[in-house]
């Protein structure tokens, strides 16, 4: 398991902006040493450990780019059409010898060009001759629709850089190269769970004070999307002692320890003082909304991180601050969202210093252009909002207010998880 210093966050400055936090998790957090060998069946979403290096080129032989009838350059008449006898055929997966000088060879997509031959026309550019020839158009330049070796990928290049995650289309890169596996880091090892006395397991009993909670089986949710083997630690009472035990407990085996609720100044928000009992506490003032606060720290050697109990917040505080620290821990590279340019339907102000993240749906204007259009309620605790928009837009430090016509950044849902 990672294995951090119980000093490694610390960080003695103002409140910190989202950008200057994700530099600190990116620069004191050390990835997890342990790889494996994984089917490329089973890589989705894995992290590459080493870089995958081309053994051979790709495409591993000069081909045809199309149907048609392969020619040498050499043999074209300048400026005007030219007519060449068909000799042979060659389909892809076939061998064909070199047909005579003059001469064309009818060719298939995918087909090894024979020595010689380096300009293939489409089939549908020339006009097939009764006498079994063909008239070729003029103006083609040499090398037109033929893929050279090597023209996709080196052979001795790195085509996979180590820290990857694997999608399917990494995947299909090495298999073009003839692996079957791939070095991955294992997955990182997340204990994830919730804090409070008003909240209470969905199905169970809940009092008259109490709500179902929510935020776990989210946050759950979107570890494993990240690649995580996550264990479930429940709902931890408002006791000190109580949070302290199962913190310890949780940081046994786990790289990255999750709690949602209890990281305010309040007195019955344990986390912070339960933390600072069984290790040591960085608790950061994030100047984001919604948000704030945010704990980080260190239990025996495990990485916490504290979100916000209300749900909104919990959700926009995990993309911002535990998805880098899981690429940090991984040895994944992490790069941050880009906000897709949209023109903002709604009017906002907002506190300068501080990066606000406004709930919103797109819709196509009259114009043409996309909108985003403000959800109408605001508050933290409306988990409907997450269910009735299309994303974030992200508000930089610098913005005070946005009104109407303005170009602001907008997140897809499906960028952040």
């Known amino acids: 398991m990672a294995q951090l210093s119980d000093d490694c966050f610390a960080f003695g400055g103002p409140m910190l902006s989202v950008d200057e936090?994700?530099?600190?998790?990116?620069?004191?957090?050390?990835?997890?040493?342990?790889?494996?060998?994984?089917?490329?069946?089973?890589?989705?979403?894995?992290?590459?450990?080493?870089?995958?290096?081309?053994?051979?080129?790709?495409?591993?032989f000069t081909n045809s780019a199309v149907d048609g009838f392969a020619v040498a350059s050499g043999d074209l008449p300048a400026g005007e059409a030219g007519r060449f006898q068909v000799e042979g055929r060659l389909a892809a997966g076939g061998r064909a010898a070199t047909p005579h000088s003059g001469h064309a060879l009818r060719i298939f997509t995918g087909a090894p060009m024979p020595p010689g031959l380096d300009t293939v026309f489409m089939q549908e550019d020339v006009q097939l001759q009764g006498d079994g020839s063909v008239l070729l158009p003029p103006g083609l330049k040499a090398g037109a629709n033929v893929r050279p070796a090597g023209e996709d990928i080196a052979a001795g290049s790195v085509a996979l850089a180590a820290g990857t995650r694997l999608r399917p289309q990494e995947l299909a890169v090495a298999a073009a190269l003839g692996f079957t596996e791939v070095d991955v880091r294992r997955r990182i090892r997340v204990?994830?769970?919730?804090?409070?006395?008003?909240?209470?397991?969905?199905g169970a009993p809940r009092g008259p004070s109490q709500l179902y909670d929510s935020n776990r089986v989210m946050l759950a949710t979107m570890l494993r999307r990240q690649g995580c083997a996550v264990?479930?630690?429940?709902?931890?009472?408002?006791?000190?002692?109580?949070?302290?035990?199962?913190?310890?407990?949780?940081?046994?085996?786990?790289?990255?320890?999750?709690?949602?609720?209890?990281?305010?100044?309040?007195?019955?928000?344990?986390?912070?003082?339960?933390?600072?009992?069984?290790?040591?506490?960085?608790?950061?003032?994030?100047?984001?909304?919604?948000?704030?606060?945010?704990?980080?720290?260190?239990?025996?050697?495990?990485?916490?991180?504290?979100?916000?109990?209300?749900?909104?917040?919990?959700?926009?505080?995990?993309?911002?601050?535990?998805?880098?620290?899981i690429a940090a821990l991984a040895g994944a590279?992490?790069?941050?969202?880009?906000?897709?340019?949209?023109?903002a339907a709604f009017s906002y102000r907002k506190k300068p210093g501080r990066r606000e993240y406004v709930r919103a749906h797109l819709r196509i204007a009259a114009d043409g252009s996309v909108e985003a259009i403000k959800f109408p309620r605001e508050g933290a605790g409306l988990l409907s909002s997450l269910?009735?928009?299309?994303?974030?837009?992200?508000?930089?430090?610098?913005?005070s207010q946005v009104a109407p016509g303005d170009r602001v950044g907008f997140l897809w849902f499906a960028q952040l998880i």
């Open 21 to 60: 936090a994700v530099k600190l998790i990116s620069t004191r957090m050390t990835a997890v040493s342990e790889t494996e060998g994984v089917a490329l069946a089973e890589a989705d979403g894995r992290i590459l450990a080493s870089d995958v290096v081309a053994p051979l080129p790709v495409p591993p």
């Open 231 to 325: 264990s479930d630690f429940g709902i931890v009472p408002d006791d000190a002692e109580r949070v302290a035990a199962v913190l310890a407990e949780a940081a046994k085996g786990n790289d990255l320890i999750v709690t949602s609720g209890g990281v305010s100044t309040g007195e019955e928000d344990h986390v912070k003082a339960a933390v600072e009992s069984a290790g040591r506490l960085v608790l950061w003032r994030m100047a984001i909304k919604p948000g704030r606060p945010v704990a980080m720290g260190v239990i025996e050697g495990a990485a916490l991180i504290g979100l916000p109990g209300n749900p909104v917040a919990s959700f926009v505080t995990f993309v911002h601050v535990v998805q880098p620290a």
């Open 191 to 202: 204990a994830v769970l919730s804090t409070g006395d008003e909240v209470v397991e969905p």
């Open 387 to 399: 269910t009735h928009t299309d994303g974030l837009v992200e508000l930089p430090e610098d913005i």
């Open 333 to 343: 590279r992490w790069q941050r969202p880009l906000p897709l340019p949209v023109r």
